[in-house]
């Protein structure tokens, strides 16, 4: 799950860190900017209750996904202080597992 302040940033990490096992194609379900409008939004947050998830990477805007999908095993924030400049300052990664 990445969570950025804007869906520009959540899309470039989403297809960032899929670029990071190039040349190996992820066959893993993927969306760079996904919305709680989206008609899969309550097929995975079922999933994600019955700890289901199959492998997947959303990129998100709204911090309710945490709220809805607390379990999910992977958490990336990206937090930008300057919302006039593009830089990311701040880069959070939960592990859920441990």
């Given at each position: 799950l990445i969570i950025a302040s804007?869906?520009?940033e959540c899309s470039h990490a989403v297809l960032?860190?899929?670029s990071l096992i190039?040349?190996?194609t992820y066959h893993g379900d993927f969306r760079p900017y996904f919305t709680?409008?989206?008609?899969?939004?309550?097929h995975f947050c079922n999933l994600h209750d019955r700890d289901m998830l199959?492998?997947?990477i959303l990129g998100v805007t709204n911090p309710f996904?945490?709220?809805v999908m607390p379990k999910f095993p992977h958490i990336m924030i990206i937090s930008n202080q300057n919302s006039t400049?593009?830089?990311v300052t701040k880069v959070i990664i939960e592990d859920?597992?441990?």
């Open positions: 804007s869906a520009q960032g860190i899929m190039s040349p190996i709680i409008y989206d008609d899969d939004f309550k199959p492998p997947l996904f945490l709220k400049t593009t830089t859920k597992d441990n």
